[in-house]
């Protein structure tokens, strides 16, 4: 069995059950798809290198000869030097480069018969079998129909004496699993593709500078992002950075939206008393009739009816360049391993799958059927059936449009809800209070704001807070509220008095372990204060990610990406010097989280972590390990180490192990990051993941608050009254922090068991490791796989 893989532009995801295959040769190719003429088709996205690096070295791993093919299908068909055979050594210092390395081009060629018989003959001379596509649609389908077609081409070729009827019998069949590479997120069945995250990165950067600009000059911004049929940059961009107004393709706005949107402008900026607007336009943007809606219609709009100052500011392609995200690198890189899995596993009648990303999970679905329902997605849109589109679309549309608020009151009630942070910092924590605070008045509540955590509860500083006052809080870092670590068990009764002062009928608790130990100890409590008696829900924060009850917290991608951000900077600097090897300590307690996951994210050759116990025979091995990787190619070795990892082989020991025992091969270098990790700017994915899992809290605690209301007041103190709202696996869940409990290392502030420990062998072979490999908790297998190299004794078992 032989295995090529084709990069391209959009795609999804796909998981298939199968047998196990065994040696094969793996060939990467970079299509260019685009049955289309559109333009952004043939563009590249930031995160491709780091699957076109996963899987190169995962095909490696598993005793697979692997190849390049450049110039995507083009190269398929011109074959000769456009395929290339590619070494552990050719993919590395790759994860930093944006677009790909391997090339892409249109091929109008393979679109036709003659094409594709050649692309079919170049592949059978180098007995491939198996085709990986990282494309869109259109990528897809084309790979889809090459599938169907290969029976047929290969009796072609037989007839024309091109190859034997054994070469045919020996490659009867044709494997294929798709990856998604699209910025637009426009693929059915994947809640991300590649490069999304990182075009997001780009947009904030120039919507956080020009919002600078729009503050000093009072000026209104019209900005224009990429997404002639998807509008999922500009919704979640609008999201991000606060935007006033938002078009997407999807959902157009009523007939007479022009009156609206200028009546919405003017009552801010009579609220704000400046000018300072922010409207952002998807390139797709139609109205009710179909008619396009342009950024300059949009500008003369404002100036025409509003006399403001207006400048109009289009991205273009400045969204599909630049260092990927810290999520696109590890995202690419699950997803190249879960392709050569899926091709291990084919057989032939195996379907064509796309490896997708659903929640936190990798998983694989059925590559036509998600074809089918993008393709659906643009059928009900010409059609003007936009309710169908949106349901289409999926969750993230639906959710992100209720997010969306533009007015101030909905409803209204008679309860009043607090909001605080606690415990360290995190970005992401002023998205979050701003998306509960409007949540929670469109749903009519009373919103109240506490300052400094506990601390400032117990001592009093409540005050209500508006609509306006959280105007711009999106994408400031830190806690604008004030937090502070301090546990309210000292202080009970002092803050069962300010709720009863303050007729405090809700509590949501946004931060970290603090806040969980908290709300623990406030539901304890309700036996003996009545005033606690009422809808209480943390929201995880915390850069760190040690929340038990949920697989990611707000915070911790801005972390990553500083992380990941410094490594590159480090390695960089390391660029016209051979042979260096950098030590970096990372935060996070006891918790290596972002240690283990920063590495994966910027090529750690070794991580050390608390929760996977190492020694000094431990170092030694990693040091030799590092010491052959030097005498190839490679230049530069990164070694993270979680801050408590452990207590004697501290950041300057095994800087000092490393340079005493690489010495005249190589010279070390270290760098302890500290609180930058907590600073600066919230990513993208944290500013939106903090105003969805707020809103959804709000939205818990408003249900709650109705279930609970009986004679008059709220009295709640079932164990299902006090919860944390996290992420596991594939859905956002409400779980009681009572039954967290059990769940909780409380000594060392982590979850007994983190799903993140399962990337770890992922990372080791991405670094050239010997080491088992366990899937049985990916996708809808049901089995377990356990994979080693094939130069080992050990086979693998199903």
Not at 208 to 230: K, N, P, W, Y
Not at 324 to 351: C, K, Q
Request: charged content about 20%.
């Amino acid at each position: 069995d032989h295995i090529c893989f084709s990069y391209d532009s959009p795609v999804s995801k796909t998981r298939c059950q199968t047998e196990f295959s065994h040696s094969f040769t793996v060939i990467f190719t970079l299509k260019s798809i685009s049955v289309s003429e559109r333009f952004y088709f043939l563009s590249l996205h930031s995160g491709m290198n780091a699957a076109v690096r996963a899987v190169v070295r995962m095909g490696i791993y598993v005793g697979a000869k692997v190849y390049f093919i450049h110039e995507g299908y083009q190269g398929m068909v011109d074959g000769g030097d456009n395929i290339k055979e590619a070494t552990w050594e050719s993919v590395s210092s790759m994860l930093q480069v944006g677009g790909t390395v391997i090339g892409s081009a249109r091929c109008k060629e393979f679109r036709t018969h003659e094409g594709r018989l050649k692309a079919a003959l170049n592949l059978v001379q180098r007995s491939i079998t198996n085709l990986c596509v990282i494309g869109g649609d259109g990528s897809l389908t084309g790979a889809n129909l090459f599938r169907e077609e290969w029976s047929e081409l290969l009796s072609e070729l037989v007839q024309q004496g091109s190859i034997s009827e054994e070469a045919a019998r020996t490659h009867s069949s044709l494997h294929i699993v798709g990856m998604v590479g699209s910025i637009d997120n426009d693929f059915c069945g994947t809640d991300m593709t590649i490069g999304t995250d990182s075009a997001l990165h780009r947009i904030i950067e120039v919507v956080d500078a020009i919002m600078t600009t729009a503050q000093s000059h009072q000026r209104t911004f019209v900005l224009e992002v990429m997404g002639r049929h998807c509008g999922y940059l500009a919704l979640v961009s609008a999201l991000a950075c606060g935007a006033d107004w938002v078009f997407i393709p999807e959902m157009p706005p009523e007939d007479g939206w022009e009156d609206s949107m200028c009546q919405k402008l003017s009552e801010v900026t009579r609220s704000r008393g400046s000018r300072l607007n922010i409207i952002i336009v998807a390139e797709g943007a139609i109205d009710r009739q179909g008619q396009h809606i342009s950024s300059e219609f949009v500008k003369d709009l404002v100036v025409r009816c509003l006399g403001f100052d207006t400048r109009v500011t289009i991205l273009g392609h400045v969204q599909r360049g630049g260092t990927p995200s810290a999520f696109d690198r590890i995202l690419a890189s699950r997803m190249g391993v879960e392709a050569v899995l899926a091709l291990l596993e084919a057989s032939p009648t195996t379907p064509a799958c796309v490896v997708s990303l659903v929640g936190n999970q990798a998983v694989r679905l059925p590559l036509m059927e998600c074809v089918q329902m993008t393709q659906e997605v643009q059928k009900a849109m010409d059609e003007k059936k936009f309710e169908d589109a949106v349901r289409l679309r999926g969750r993230y549309i639906s959710f992100f449009c209720f997010a969306v608020v533009t007015s101030e009151i909905f409803h209204f009630s008679n309860f009043n809800v607090a909001v605080l942070n606690v415990g360290a910092p995190a970005a992401g924590m002023n998205a979050a209070v701003r998306s509960a605070v409007r949540v929670g008045i469109t749903e009519g509540h009373k919103m109240f704001a506490v300052s400094d955590g506990f601390e400032g509860f117990y001592k009093g500083q409540i005050k209500e807070i508006k609509w306006g006052d959280v105007g711009g809080w999106t994408g400031q870092g830190g806690s604008l509220l004030g937090t502070k670590r301090t546990l309210p068990g000292k202080h009970l009764e002092k803050i069962a008095e300010q709720m009863r002062i303050h007729n405090i009928n809700a509590l949501l608790v946004i931060g970290g372990f603090e806040a969980y130990v908290g709300l623990l100890e406030l539901s304890a409590a309700r036996d003996k204060y009545s005033e606690f008696c009422v809808p209480m829900v943390m929201v995880p924060a915390t850069v760190s990610n040690n929340i038990p009850g949920s697989d990611l917290s707000i915070g911790s991608d801005t972390a990553l990406n500083a992380i990941t951000d410094t490594c590159d900077r480090i390695k960089q600097s390391a660029s016209g010097t051979k042979r260096r090897v950098f030590i970096i300590e990372t935060m996070g307690g006891y918790c290596g989280y972002l240690a283990t996951v920063g590495g994966l994210a910027a090529g750690a050759d070794a991580v050390y972590i608390y929760e996977e116990p190492f020694d000094i025979r431990d170092l030694q091995a990693n040091v030799e390990h590092l010491t052959q990787k030097m005498k190839t190619s490679i230049q530069r070795g990164l070694v993270l180490r979680n801050e408590s990892c452990n207590e004697n082989f501290t950041t300057d020991f095994i800087y000092q192990l490393y340079s005493e025992e690489g010495h005249g091969v190589f010279d070390c270098r270290k760098n302890i990051l500290g609180h930058m990790q907590q600073g600066g700017a919230p990513s993208p994915f944290d500013r939106n993941f903090g105003t969805k899992v707020a809103a959804k809290a709000i939205q818990w605690i408003s249900q709650t608050l109705k279930e609970s209301y009986k004679g008059g007041r709220v009295f709640a103190n079932s164990e299902d009254t006090a919860c944390l709202l996290g992420m596991r696996r594939r859905a956002m869940v409400f779980q009681p922090v009572s039954q967290l409990r059990d769940e909780t290392d409380f000594v060392h502030r982590i979850p007994k068991e983190q799903w993140w420990l399962k990337l770890r062998p992922l990372m080791k072979i991405l670094a050239k490791y010997k080491t088992s490999y366990d899937v049985s908790d990916a996708g809808q297998l049901e089995h377990v796989t356990r994979i080693r190299p094939k130069d080992t004794k050990t086979t693998s078992a199903i």
